[in-house]
């Protein structure tokens, strides 16, 4: 079997590899290259190639970018909590939103930005976790990426949505997520650096009975000092310090 084939063989549909992944199997740059130019690879931007014929998916960007590359970058948020299947709404669209957490300061290549992935990244720079990140691995279609944790997760859609509409979207993904760790949730709380989420997310967690509330030890989580007006015109909440949405008789929402 000729090393192209070998090569090939290895390669998932969808998937894209860096000069890095080549070198690794013993393939030298200008072959590579070379490769691109007789149409056995296609060349997609500076060192970074596809299968001629294959449509190319967002999985393999965030591989090679986590794998090859050693970006610090994850799928998060809403994306994550959706593969992790605790969504109740999971996106339809034929281009869906891919929520990706970077490291403050992270350059992304741009020919992740120059190429069509059939979806769209949104791209948020954080350091709401001020120590190692909680990550898990998935697989898809053969292509294996790191995600955030349903836990870690929760945390990042709060600090993405804009909360002074409301609770409700929050209250609908954190419905669907009634196991999570205790010992995870409670050191990704205490590692947190945005005192409105922490504050939010134990208000809800609270409010909605989640099994997780109980077994959380709030002396070892800081909430900051000071009121955080979130929802203008809502209840004040004493405990956490946040206005939150005014409920009807009914128990719920109202703006």
Known sequence: MSKINRILGEWQPGDVHTLKWFASRGVQQRTAYGYS??????????????????????????????????????????????????????????EPQIDLILAPKTGIPTWVKNNDWDAHFLFRRSNLISAKQDLVQTTSHGISIAIASREQAILELLDTLELSNGFETAENYLSGLLNLRPKAMQAL????????????????????????????????????????????????????????PKKDREGKSVF
Not at 215 to 244: A, E, H, P, W
């Open 189 to 244: 709380l205490e590692k947190c650096t945005s005192v409105k989420v922490k504050r939010v997310f134990l208000f809800l967690a609270e409010s909605m009975e989640l099994p997780i509330f109980k077994k959380l030890d709030l002396t070892r989580i800081d909430l900051g000092k000071g009121k955080r007006v979130l929802v203008k015109g809502g209840d004040f909440n004493s405990k956490y310090q946040i206005t939150v």
């Open 37 to 94: 130019e007789t149409g056995a690879l296609k060349k997609i931007g500076a060192g970074v190639f596809a299968r001629p014929l294959d449509k190319l998916s967002w999985l393999g960007a965030v591989r090679a970018l986590q794998k090859e590359l050693k970006i610090s970058i994850h799928v998060g948020a809403k994306t994550a909590l959706e593969l992790h299947g605790s969504a109740h709404n999971l996106q339809a669209s034929t």
